[in-house]
């Protein structure tokens, strides 16, 4: 069995984060692992407060599954201060894991900052020359590039600005737009476009935390980023559709709902 590591923070309640990402791990025939980088207080009606765990115990977490366990794949999610994304970079150029999945988790639904914004440099300077693919939705490309985005030309105008700062791949996610949700990959090459009706339900908590590990998961399990980021869309796709109404606010996606059909449960 593949082995996949999240490196991100723990959503207190499961539709975001840490448990999100092993979730999907588990959904993809992944064994999953986790770096915790911050705990956070949160539900379906938002974040109301973040505690970071410190450097020292972020490095040993990491130094604990990479001295011991093969890492097929690795989605690194919320990395709220500069700190941490620096012993996380160190890391990475230490043990040099393949398949790395950055999604630059900057403000929540609710308008918390999950990124302080003095840490932004960090994550652009030292995280994006390292990683496979990263997948910034409209509002975080907008923040990291400085531009404003209204179309689809001008997602692929932030691709472009992103790749110069260092990733292999750069996948714009168009959820924020109308119409269509569209999602734009960059190669460095070619604009590959993957497109797929909007469902159209409010209970969308933990969607980019999902994705972003389906396409780590999908990696791992040797498909090519194409290849990768298209079955990732397919199953956060379903996923959405077939999201939960738990809680008062935005409920979470379905991570397992093909795997409960497929087995009669539903």
Do not use: W
């Amino acid at each position: 069995m593949k082995k996949g590591l999240t490196i991100a923070g723990s959503d207190s309640s499961g539709g975001a984060g840490i448990q999100a990402d092993l979730k999907t791990f588990s959904a993809h025939c992944v064994f999953g692992m986790s770096v915790i980088t911050a705990v956070t207080a949160q539900n379906t009606q938002g974040v109301f407060a973040v505690q970071d765990i410190s450097t020292d115990i972020i490095e040993k977490q990491i130094d604990a599954i990479f001295t011991d366990i093969e890492v097929d794949c690795l989605k690194i999610g919320m990395v709220s201060q500069t700190s941490t994304i620096k012993i996380i970079a160190k890391k990475l150029k230490e043990y040099q894991p393949k398949n790395i999945v950055l999604d630059p988790v900057m403000i929540s639904k609710s308008g918390y900052d999950l990124l302080k914004p003095e840490a932004k440099d960090a994550l652009i300077s030292e995280l994006l020359p390292l990683v496979t693919v990263v997948t910034p939705n409209i509002p975080e490309a907008e923040d990291i590039t400085g531009m404003s985005i209204k179309d689809l030309k001008d997602m692929e105008k932030a691709a472009l600005s992103i790749y110069k700062m260092g990733p292999k791949n750069v996948l714009i996610k168009g959820g924020h737009m109308e119409g269509d949700a569209t999602d734009i990959l960059f190669n460095g090459k070619d604009y590959i476009y993957y497109k797929e009706m909007r469902i159209e339900t409010k209970n969308t908590h933990g969607t980019g935390c999902t994705l972003s590990s389906a396409i780590a998961s999908n990696l791992a399990n040797d498909y090519t980023i194409d290849e990768a980021i298209s079955r990732a869309k397919e199953y956060i796709t379903i996923a959405i559709k077939n999201s939960l109404s738990i809680g008062k606010g935005v409920g979470p996606t379905n991570h397992f709902y093909s795997l409960y059909k497929n087995s009669g449960m539903i």
